[in-house]
């Protein structure tokens, strides 16, 4: 079966493999010389990917979801792969968007104009009727309708033929899908069985059954259906839901499930009552898949219980679990018990086995466990658990444990033979579980006896735990049994001897002497028998005494007492035990103790026998303390039932006054609990314990919770005084048992205290139910100690105006009316005035009422409080009825009366004034002091006043600064709840309240709408409030939060709340500046000035980031300072700098900063960080200047690493400076002065220590850690095109030796001169130069420098040189005269030097002269006067000047040089590329054009002809390519040129095919080499040989020579009969071409022998000529082979024929092979000859014997068939068989008597001794008879070797030859000798 699971797994490892793949073809797909190989690997890629594809299709017909993804997964990659594909139609693109305008082109017809009045679907319907399908498509393609494509217009066919089924016309659907091409019966089959359309569907059915098309077991799936449909209806009606097309498109297989999902909805919901009498169907496709097993379980649900005892068991098991039937699974279960006596007729289920539970259950795994527990209760395991111990001992935890009486698994048995118990052991071992395999060993009595695994040696050996557990268990069961307890101690010294067999000689020897000693006291004899030295049998035991003597040397009483001095000789020592061993021991009295033990005999016969233990009588009544433990003792430990117990035995059971005991013992519980109130289970055992005296516990409990509520919160907030206040607290509870009312009372307000800090940490509102609940605990708290309510949750109703909780309350407790009414105060007067009211009628009496409405003061400002206003609202009412303005009159009474609703009233009237309303409402609803500062503004009467906008701006300002926004929201929201202003306030109660940052940010979009609404209104809108009154007091609050904001972090919520809305604050300040800023600071400590919120711009926002720059620059927080100089625009320079100082300041604090590599370490770090960073040249500069002043300031030891470090410093700070735009060259030559002083310095320092190093060298240590000198090359401006200008190579300035200054001392001088002179050998002329003005030095190699190069440009004539020069210059020409017959003598003899093959100087050119005697004079600097010399004599060869020639570059010096076509050309050009030291990279660049251009040339001369001598060329241009010592580059200059030669110059093209190979070869780079091949192939394929080039074909194959890379041209020159030219003479020089050709012919054309020989014969390749006259011959055996022998000896004929040809070749073979030597071969062919005579022989002699062809088995049987020996040495020679001659000689002499059979041998063969020895055995093998007897008798005469002869003939009995052999006289002597020996 093909399991998805698995195929998706194995796709899913395949996934690494694929994408490596994909990713290799990728790579290589872009490489042109691996493009090759990226299609081969694609090829098989591909192969590979549609092979698992058909795989997977051909297992199945239909994909579920798993192989869906394999499919998916697998066709991603094809579709990948396929792009790179050599043929692969790329994507064209805007090809869809193309239109092509048709209506020019196609003509109109009749019908598409009778077209134009019809749908779309009704044009189809008719075209498809009328087969007009093209006329359509076209029809629809000229009007742009989708229906074009032939696809779109099928589908709308396929919905019409729907259609035409819907209405029961069979035969217009079948006329449709006839016209469109489609087989109707399949496709009426299809609708049938995706349709769930019962009309459709029965019509079909019925069509389909008169036409016979459905199958048995489509039948069968019908009448199923069909069933149950039935079983699921109700009522039978018709379905007037008609299905879409769309749904079921094309009627296949769907990969939308959504159809069917819905259909099956009404399935799972069909036991509802509204759909009950709903007609259930379903698609004939769906019961298709459904085996007998689904079917059954589908039909299960309408089932009755009686009929499941017929039923599938794993089909209704399936059932009952899918449903999780619990009742019905355990009714079951108990059925199928083991134990159930239930008969057949009485079941009322099939059998039930664990087979089925394990392999059909389908509920949850919750139930599988349950079901799986409740079989294991019964016994029961499934097989996948009893296969798996791991889950049976998980299951058995769940029913109580491996551990049960009886066991739980009793049959159970694995697959290796073992039982429950040997697994559970070796579980224990795996997982080293020693105690509790002991417990289980215990439990179940396990031993050796009934456990054989407990015995297992292989067990005790692996586990040596083990062998002591089964070893001590032993000692348990068998107490007195001494080899028990020997055994035991072995087994534990194994253990601590893991390496050695234990025993008593390796505890001695490991150093355990007492451990030894005390085994062998268990050792059955005793120490007796060790010392005797018995027992020597058993190891184990076995001791030596002498090792035990040495073991004791460090206990000398011991070994004293074991083994005593004066013991007469024979007298054993007497018994020595362990008790006579314990006499000096002080607390240990052997005749007092160990009385039990029978041998100590030192022990007095009337002490107890027993062993002591804490339970004798006799030492209990001696010594024992006895105390008896009352009921507290077990309370105290929680065991309440004890504690009752014990009162009852011990107090009640004896008392008189039982009810008073009682209580008192309720009491003492009581004080106890209180006194422990933290443990928990002390208290509950004591309320237990109270109720079991039958006493009520809540006065108990109430005080405990009361006690732990106050402790917790104590113990939370002081945390390090638990003691105390636990001590404090334990101290005011006992005085509760007591009954004191003041510690109630002071416990009543820790209470208090402690709820509130309750309440406030769970986070709920304090006058809340939930918070009420919890109250009533501080209420049962009074009232159960009878203390005073306490009034502190009705005072915080009152503080929160909660006047519902605050009735509730009084109410429910009764409160006295006087305590409640001294609480209403703290309401607001509205809710105070009404609770008054509430209150009137349970108040004592009338004259305390309304006392607060009598106050003198009023927090309005009135000038009068009139005593004839009345206060009755009906009163107020009618008097406003009378007033000719009743608004404002409404709203005077509700400012004096302080009532907000009479303003609420007042804007009812028509007229009314809303803003007077709304401030009326407002300064009305608050407090008084809050209404007086409110109209503290009013001038005159408040009562009276007229309130505007600006009264109410006042009142808006002054709210909201005083943060109460509530009031203000509320009265917008009664008086003006349109207004924008609102969203505003919600939006401000969201932030400062709620922290709802989300919810407010929707609030301030609903506000920029509703103003934005306001702005754009067609008419002005009613309101009274303008849009810029609304913007301004928007801003203000906007503004307003910011300011009011108490964290940080709130304020940034609050900015990006901000930042978030478009123009919010166009005029405020930038809140996304601010907010960013804010999001920089959020993790910091440092907080934004508020002082910016209010006085906001550009100005103060960038101080304000430079301050918070200094803050956190000073907290070293600089990744942050980063970004605020990033967003204040501020310069990081100091940042930068900050942080690295501080980073320097930390190595120095930890004591680094001494490390050199530190140092250097850090200044590299610093550079990148401030290159990173991108901070100003100057900053860096200055900074590095300002260190190296401090190195120089500072004296350490190490002065040379300080001298280095500044050179560092010194070169970093001149490296930014010389970067800056404007460079200063006075500070640049000021800085590389400083350099120089400090390289003096350095150089001094290290002549006076003997060291002298390069300036620049390389300093790197074995793990690659750069010095200070190598980071200072690297950042080295010396070679500054500023400061290397032209003046310092002017004879100006330059000192002379009668003008320098001494500014140096003498070392220094030394020191400056060894550096100049090194830098004139690197060839920094100008560096010397400046160094030399810099110091006013005079050197006279830079002198004689200077002068070569003014000679050589002509600026300095050789008659107006410095007198030191000319005196130089005449000096040398003396000499010049002097030695003129000798040779000049060079400094060195390196080819640099020999410039004179150039063009020898002309005798009267004195410059050259001049110049060469100055280079000979010259020290240092003489590779800078070469190349002087060489440009000059170039110039003169050139005709040009010096300054030209020298202005120009190397490279176009060079390209002249090569391409001057003189014979030494080479030797030039290498000359000039060693003295100017050209890059390997321009010089292969040159070399590749210059030879590509020759190529070009020569190419014109000869024309498309092959090259004459091509080697003799080719050797020329490999000279060029050699003068760059990288070839490999030389070759790839080479490749890359081969694009620009000119089409149609193929000669060109080959030849640098050829050279870039060669040069390739020469350094073996076989990335080359392979670029090479594969550029040859596509040179071959696309060029040569369509343009029949053979000649360059045959020219490219020898100039490579990699034949067997190329054998495509073999193949090319073969197909084209070109082949010959591959045999002239001189082709192949080398003899590489013949071995190739021969080997082609061999594997690619292995029957082509004319060709072979051929090639053979031309190139004289003997020993190839033997290997093909020997594969003909063999080939002519094969033939022989090929048919039986019987019927090839039937054409005799025709078998000589064949031997005699066959004999020919080997013959001529042979013969072949001599001639060149091969010695081995020409000799088998020499034998197969011999053998295909004899062959002849044979056959000439009418003899049958088949010699030829024969295999090695027989080969032995064939040649003791052959009747003489010499036939059978020519068989065995020609097999190279070595037969076993002994057998062939017992055959041939001993059995048939032919002795010249032995004569012959003899003559050819020496007879060995061995061969007659074995001839014996087997003539005695063989039961001999007379014959053969008397035949080894004569044989034996022919044995050489006397002995053997002797003894073999004594071995057989020849007596009389034994006899004769002793009696003569040649032999006898020599016989009896050796017999005597």
């Given at each position: ?342 008969s057949f007729q009485q079941a009322n289920w099939p059998s039930l086995t664990p087979d089925i539970i394990d392999q059909n259950t389908l509920c949850s795994s919750y139930m599988r466990n349950e079901i799986l527990d409740k079989l294991a209760r019964n016994g029961i395991f499934v097989p996948s658990e009893q296969e798996d111990f791991e889950l049976l001992l998980l299951r058995l935890i769940h029913i109580g444990g491996v551990m049960q009486n009886p066991h739980p698994v009793p049959k159970y048995n694995t697959a290796s033979g073992l039982d429950f118990h040997a697994h559970f052991i070796l579980y224990c071992l795996e997982r080293s579980l020693q105690h509790l395999l002991y417990t289980y060993l215990d439990y179940y009595s396990l031993t050796p006896s009934n456990c054989p695994i407990l015995d297992k040696k292989e067990l005790h050996e692996a586990h040596p735990w083990f062998e002591f557990l089964v070893q001590c268990r032993g000692v348990a069961s068998n107490p007195r049994d001494p080899k028990m307890i020997f055994q035991a101690s072995l087994a534990n010294a194994q253990i601590l001897i893991p390496s050695n067999q234990a025993s008593v000689s390796s505890m001695l020897l490991e150093g355990h002497t007492l451990l030894a000693l005390a085994t062998t006291m268990c050792a059955p004899g005793g120490i007796d028998q060790v010392l005797q030295n018995e027992d020597t049998e058993k190891p184990l035991k076995k001791v030596d005494p002498q090792l035990l003597k040495m073991a004791l040397t460090p206990y000398p009483k011991l070994k004293a007492a074991l083994f005593p001095q004066n013991t007469s000789y024979g007298i054993l020592p007497p018994d020595i035990s362990l008790y006579h061993l314990m006499q000096s021991l002080a607390p240990f009295d052997p005749t007092k103790l160990f009385g039990w033990q029978s041998s100590n005999t030192l022990a007095i016969a009337d002490i107890s026998s027993d062993l002591p233990h804490f339970s004798s009588p006799d030492l209990v009544n001696k010594y024992a303390i006895m105390e008896r433990l009352d009921f507290s003792y077990y309370l105290h430990h929680g065991r309440p039932s004890f504690a009752f117990g014990t009162f009852l035995v011990q107090q009640l059971a004896k008392s008189k006054s039982p009810k008073q005991l009682i209580q008192q013992a309720g009491n003492e519980a009581y004080a106890l609990a209180l006194s422990f109130f933290y443990i928990p289970s002390i208290g509950a055992a004591c309320i237990c314990f109270l109720e079991l005296l039958g006493l009520d516990s809540l006065k108990l409990r109430v005080d405990i919770k009361v006690a732990n509520i106050i402790w917790n919160v104590k113990s939370r907030n002081e945390e390090s005084q638990h003691n105390l206040i636990r001590e404090s607290m334990v101290e005011k509870l006992t005085k509760l048992v007591d009954g004191e009312k003041t510690a109630a009372a002071e416990v009543l307000i820790s209470l208090e205290e402690a709820f509130w800090d309750k309440i ?1118």
């Open positions: 079966m093909f399991d998805s699971h698995t195929c998706v797994r194995g796709v899913e490892e395949l996934k690494p493999a694929l994408d490596l793949l994909c990713s290799a073809i990728r790579e290589n797909d872009l490489e042109a010389q691996s493009k090759h190989f990226s299609e081969q690997l694609l090829n098989l890629t591909l192969a590979f990917l549609n092979k698992q594809i058909r795989e997977i299709f051909s297992h199945t017909e239909e994909l579920d979801e798993y192989l869906q993804k394999c499919v998916d997964i697998l066709t991603t990659y094809i579709i990948e792969l396929r792009t790179f594909m050599i043929k692969f139609p790329r994507k064209q693109r805007n090809l869809i968007n193309i239109r092509c305008d048709f209506d020019e082109d196609i003509p109109r017809t009749e019908q598409s104009q009778m077209w134009e009045t019809l749908t779309p679907e009704q044009v189809i319907f008719e075209a498809i009727l009328n087969n007009r399908i093209p006329e359509a498509q076209t029809f629809f393609r000229v009007n742009q309708n989708p229906a074009q494509s032939l696809q779109e217009l099928i589908q709308i066919g396929f919905e019409l033929v729907y259609d035409s089924l819907l209405k029961g016309n069979v035969k217009e659907a079948s006329e449709l899908l006839r016209n469109m091409g489609f087989d109707v019966k399949e496709q009426l089959h299809k609708i049938c069985f995706y349709t769930i359309d019962k009309n459709i569907r029965n019509l079909l059915v019925k069509v389909l059954q008169e036409e016979n098309y459905f199958s048995e077991k489509e039948k069968t799936v019908i009448d199923f259906v069909h069933q149950v449909e039935n079983f699921y209806s109700g009522s039978f009606q018709d379905n007037k839901v008609i299905q879409p097309l769309s749904s079921f498109r094309n009627w296949k297989k769907e990969q939308d499930l959504s159809s069917h999902t819905a259909v099956l909805d009404t399935f799972l919901t069909c036991d509802k009552p509204q759909i009950h009498n709903r007609e259930h169907r379903i698609m004939l496709n769906w019961g298709q898949w459904w085996d007998q097993h689904i079917q059954e379980m589908i039909l299960l649900p309408k089932r009755s219980h009686e009929e499941f005892k017929s039923c599938n068991p794993e089909v209704l098991w399936m059932y009952l679990t899918s449903q999780h039937d619990w009742l019905n699974i355990c009714s079951w279960i108990e059925e199928s018990q083991p134990h159930s006596h239930t406030e940490h769970q986070e709920i509102k304090k006058t809340s139910s939930d918070s009420r609940r919890q109250w009533s605990l501080v209420m049962q708290f009074c009232k159960l100690h009878d203390i005073k309510l306490s009034t502190s949750y009705l005072k915080e109703c009152a503080r929160s105006n909660d006047w519902l909780q605050f009735i509730i309350q009084t109410q429910m407790y009764s409160y006295q009316i006087d305590e409640v009414i001294s609480i209403l105060q703290d309401f607001t007067p509205i809710l105070q005035d009404h609770l008054m009211l509430a209150f009137e009628n349970l108040q004592p009496s009338r004259s305390d009422t309304g006392s607060h409405h009598n106050n003198t003061t009023s927090p309005l400002r009135t000038e009068h409080r009139q005593s004839e206003h009345t206060s009755d609202l009906f009163q107020i009412l009618l008097c406003c009825q009378e007033s000719p303005n009743p608004g404002c009159y409404l709203l005077a009474e509700g400012v004096r009366h302080h009532a907000p609703f009479l303003s609420v009233l007042a804007a009812c009237f028509q007229d009314a004034n809303i803003i007077h309303c709304l401030c009326v409402w407002i300064i009305t609803s608050v407090d008084n002091v809050t209404a007086a500062e409110a109209t503290n503004h009013i001038q005159g009467s408040v009562e009276n006043h007229e309130w505007d906008l600006h009264d109410l701006s006042t009142i808006w300002k002054m709210f909201l600064r005083r943060q109460k926004s509530k009031t203000l929201m509320n009265g917008f929201q009664l008086f003006l709840k349109d207004s924008p202003l609102l969203h505003m306030l919600e939006m401000y109660e969201l932030c400062m309240d709620y922290k709802k940052y989300n919810e407010a940010k929707t609030k301030l979009h609903n506000f920029q709408t509703s103003l934005a609404n306001l702005k754009i209104a067609d008419k002005p809108t009613p309101s009274i409030i303008s849009v810029p009154w609304l913007e301004s007091h928007a801003f203000f609050l906007l503004e307003l939060m910011m300011q009011q904001c108490r964290t940080q972090y709130e304020l940034g919520k609050l900015l990006q709340l901000f930042a978030d809305i478009d123009k919010l604050l166009p005029d405020g300040p930038d809140v996304k500046k601010l907010c960013a800023l804010s999001q920089i600071l959020k993790d910091s400590s440092i907080s934004i000035n508020r002082s910016i919120l209010t006085s906001y711009d550009a100005e103060h926002f960038q101080n304000e980031c430079r301050s918070v720059l200094e803050q956190l620059q000073e907290r070293g927080l600089f990744s942050l300072a980063r970004k605020v100089a990033e967003l204040g625009e501020l310069p990081v320079d100091g940042v930068v700098i900050q942080e690295v100082l501080q980073d320097l300041h930390l190595l120095k604090h930890i004591g680094q900063w001494h490390q050199k590599q530190t140092r250097i370490d850090f200044w590299k770090k610093c550079h990148d960080s401030f290159m990173k960073n991108s901070i100003s040249n100057k900053a860096a500069s200055d900074f590095f200047l300002a260190q190296a002043n401090v190195v120089s300031e500072s004296s350490a030891d190490e002065k040379v690493n300080n001298i280095m470090e500044k050179h560092l410093l010194l070169t970093l700070a001149g490296h930014w400076l010389a970067q800056s735009d404007s460079v200063a060259l006075d500070k640049l030559e000021e800085i590389e002065k400083q350099i120089w002083l400090c390289c003096i310095a350095q150089q001094t320092l290290n002549n006076n220590d003997g060291l002298v190093k390069s300036r620049f060298s390389h300093q790197v240590s074995v793990s690659g850690e750069l010095s200070f000198d190598n980071l200072a090359k690297e950042f080295s401006f010396s070679k500054l095109t500023a400061l290397n200008t032209s003046k310092y190579l002017q004879l100006d300035g330059l000192a002379f030796q009668d003008m320098s200054e001494n500014i140096l001392d003498k070392a220094e001088v030394e020191s400056l001169s060894f550096l100049i002179g090194r830098l004139l050998d690197e060839g920094s002329i100008h560096e010397a130069s400046r160094v030399c003005r810099y110091f006013h030095f005079y050197s006279r190699d830079v002198s004689l420098v200077l002068h070569c190069r003014a000679l050589a440009s002509g600026e300095a004539d050789l008659n107006n040189l410095h007198p030191d020069v000319r005196a130089i210059l005449l000096v040398g020409d003396t000499a010049d005269e002097r030695d003129t017959p000798q040779p000049r003598r060079l400094q060195s003899t390196s080819s640099v030097e020999n410039w004179s093959h150039v063009q020898a100087p002309a005798p009267d050119d004195l410059v050259i002269t001049s110049l060469r005697t100055l280079i000979d004079e010259c020290v240092h600097g003489r590779n800078y006067c070469r190349q002087v010399l060489c440009l000059y004599e170039l110039s003169k060869e050139l005709n040009c000047s010096y300054g030209e020639i020298s202005a120009h570059d190397s490279e176009k010096v060079l390209r002249a040089i090569l391409s001057s076509q003189q014979p030494d050309r080479c030797k030039k050009a290498q000359v000039f590329i060693t003295t100017q030291g050209l890059r390997s990279e321009t010089v292969a660049e040159l070399v590749a054009e210059e030879i590509m251009q020759e190529l070009l040339v020569s190419s014109e001369r000869k024309g498309q002809k092959q090259i004459v001598n091509p080697a003799n060329e080719t050797q020329a241009f490999l000279e060029l390519a050699k003068l760059c010592k990288d070839h490999t580059l030389v070759g790839m200059k080479l490749l890359d040129k081969i694009s620009s030669v000119p089409r149609g110059e193929l000669s060109c093209t080959t030849e640098l095919l050829i050279l870039a190979h060669n040069c390739f070869s020469l350094t073996c780079h076989m990335e080359g080499i392979i670029r090479v091949l594969q550029t040859a192939r596509l040179l071959t394929e696309e060029h040569l040989a369509p343009s029949e080039e053979y000649g360059l074909v045959v020219r490219l194959l020898t100039g490579i020579g990699r034949y067997n890379e190329m054998t495509y041209i073999f193949d090319l020159l073969h197909e084209k009969h070109y082949f010959e030219v591959l045999m002239r003479k001189k082709l192949d020089p080398s003899g590489t071409l013949k071995t190739a050709l021969l080997d082609y012919i061999k594997r690619c054309r292995p029957g082509d022998s004319e060709k072979h020989n051929m090639i053979a014969l031309c190139f004289s390749m003997c020993r190839e000529i033997g290997e093909n006259h020997e594969a003909a011959a063999c080939i002519q055996l094969k033939l022989i082979e090929s048919q039986p022998w019987e019927e090839s000896l039937r054409d005799v004929p025709n078998l000589k024929k064949l031997l005699m040809k066959a004999l020919t070749l080997f013959i001529d073979a042979a013969e072949s092979y001599s001639k060149d030597s091969c010695v081995r071969q020409s000799l088998r062919c020499n034998r197969l000859t011999k053998l295909i005579t004899l062959q002849l022989h044979f056959l000439n002699t009418n003899q049958s014997t088949m010699l030829i062809n024969q295999n090695r088995q027989n080969l032995m049987d064939c040649i003791m068939s052959l009747p003489r020996f010499y036939q059978a040495a020519i068989v065995a020679e020609a097999y190279d068989f070595v037969p076993d001659w002994a057998e062939v000689l017992y055959q041939q002499v001993i059995l048939k008597g032919d002795f010249n059979y032995l004569e012959e041998f003899k003559q050819q063969r020496f007879l060995k001794s061995t061969v007659f020895e074995e001839i014996a055995k087997k003539v005695k093998q063989h039961q001999p008879t007379e014959t053969a007897q008397k035949n080894l008798k004569t044989l034996l005469t022919y044995c050489e070797d006397i002995y053997m002869y002797y003894k073999l003939a004594y071995d057989n009995k020849f007596y009389d030859v034994v006899n004769m052999l002793l009696k003569d006289a040649q032999t006898g002597c020599c016989l009896k000798d050796m017999l005597a020996n």
